[in-house]
């Protein structure tokens, strides 16, 4: 079983723009939720890799748009308002696609697992990025590595799944 959980996470690291806000990318989450319940894993393990892809899209468009205006955002708090509708977006996805809602019977605390999981995802994200930028003002503004806050996010969500695999 830790074979699978090794591969399954290894997947997320070698692929990690699986999730996305378009039809294919959302068939592709239900795929990996029903493969994930297949080998026995539990919706929250996916879901922190869905809470990392919130984050992640939220500050790319928000980079995006900043770039295409001149390197100043279009409204205040404009990084806040795209990791809103980033959260926002997979969530609708997620219950179109019947992994999230009121019918679905996997549930931790009376949330969906999957929705559990993303939201665990999206706090591991904060925090790995705060660890990037204390390392960072720790090395005189360099990174000690090459890649160091991608490094740091996919270590943290891969330490969180694991500590969420050995819980459920």
Same mark, same amino acid.
């Given at each position: 079983? *830790?074979?699978?959980?090794?591969?399954? +996470?290894?997947?997320?690291?070698?692929?990690?723009?699986? !999730?996305?806000?378009?039809?294919?990318?959302?068939?592709?989450?239900?795929?990996?939720?029903?493969?994930?319940?297949?080998?026995?894993?539990?919706?929250?393990?996916?879901?922190?890799?869905?809470?990392?892809?919130?984050?992640?899209?939220?500050?790319?468009?928000?980079?995006?748009?900043? *770039? +295409?205006?001149? &390197?100043?955002?279009?409204?205040?708090?404009?990084?806040?308002?795209?990791?809103?509708?980033?959260?926002?977006?997979?969530?609708?996805?997620?219950?179109?696609?019947?992994?999230?809602?009121?019918? &679905?019977?996997?549930?931790?605390?009376?949330?969906? #697992?999957?929705? !559990?999981?993303?939201?665990?995802?999206?706090?591991?994200?904060?925090?790995? !990025?705060?660890?990037?930028?204390?390392? #960072?003002?720790?090395?005189?503004? #360099?990174? !000690?590595?090459?890649?160091?806050?991608?490094?740091?996010?996919?270590?943290?969500?891969?330490?969180?799944?694991?500590?969420?695999?050995?819980?459920?």
């Amino acid at each position: 079983m *830790r074979t699978v959980l090794v591969s399954f +996470i290894s997947l997320f690291i070698l692929i990690p723009s699986a !999730f996305a806000h378009c039809p294919l990318c959302t068939a592709a989450t239900g795929a990996a939720v029903a493969v994930t319940r297949l080998y026995g894993l539990d919706d929250s393990i996916v879901g922190v890799f869905v809470g990392g892809m919130v984050v992640a899209t939220g500050l790319w468009i928000s980079n995006l748009l900043k *770039r +295409i205006n001149g &390197n100043k955002e279009y409204v205040k708090f404009q990084p806040a308002i795209t990791l809103l509708l980033s959260f926002i977006l997979t969530i609708v996805t997620l219950y179109f696609a019947n992994l999230v809602g009121p019918n &679905n019977p996997f549930k931790i605390l009376g949330i969906d #697992r999957i929705l !559990f999981g993303t939201l665990v995802g999206i706090g591991i994200s904060f925090m790995s !990025f705060k660890v990037h930028n204390l390392l #960072r003002i720790y090395n005189k503004n #360099r990174n !000690f590595i090459p890649y160091q806050s991608i490094l740091i996010l996919i270590v943290s969500l891969a330490i969180s799944s694991s500590i969420l695999y050995m819980l459920m």
